[in-house]
């Protein structure tokens, strides 16, 4: 809700601005585009810097059971709890990206050589190096996708997306990936590796910006694997998940 009323307050803040210097306002709506998106890639770097460091904190709190227990009972939460907090080789997700990926390759152009981007959200260095998980279970995922996908002689690379803000974030950059397989005259297959659903990053900049950028580089064909979404494997393996769970 607070990220929600700041972003309304920057769209009221700068619309009124609009109308009190509407003298040009072909000029002043392109600037208040530009701030607009400024500010608001500066809440998204803060974010992503909160949910990682949110990571940590839950890390810490495991490490201290009693006084996370103390703190339930006095909340009236005192109930059988758990939580399954990551996957990245769960059969049933692997499977579906396979899936996904081998029906994608299916609509490759005969003759063409292509190379598979495995696309995950990036995160700043400086979070992975205070020990979030996150860049290490990408790279078990794409590795056992690509053991699931047996394809011989594929041409495969981790990259990651979405970068804003100041900081150094973690690599390669995919939109750099796709310049490069540009300036080697290759075809492109881009698979959502870390987003289980369709949103921004995979209709938007996946599916559009992406896709500008690969036809101004050169590439010779992009071609998007789907998020696996409701794929059954991967439901049967959420389901397994809890099941397990529940039953320890």
Known sequence: MALLERVGTLLRA???DLVDRAEDPEKMLKQVILDMDNQLMQVKTQVAISLADLHLLERRRDENTKKGE???RKA???VPQSAIRDYPVESGFIAALAESIRETFAKARPGLRYRLLLSAHGLP???VA???PYQRQVEQTCAALVRELGMEGLDWTICYQ???GPLKWIGPATDAEIVRAGREGLGLVVAPIAFVSEHAETLVELD???AKLAQASGAADYLRAPAVGTRKPFIDGLAGLVARECAR
């Open 14 to 16: 700068n619309l009124n």
């Open 70 to 72: 103390e703190w339930m």
């Open 76 to 78: 009236g939460l005192a």
């Open 125 to 127: 260095e400086r979070v």
């Open 130 to 132: 205070k020990g979030d």
């Open 162 to 164: 979405s970068r804003v």
């Open 208 to 210: 559009i910006e992406y």
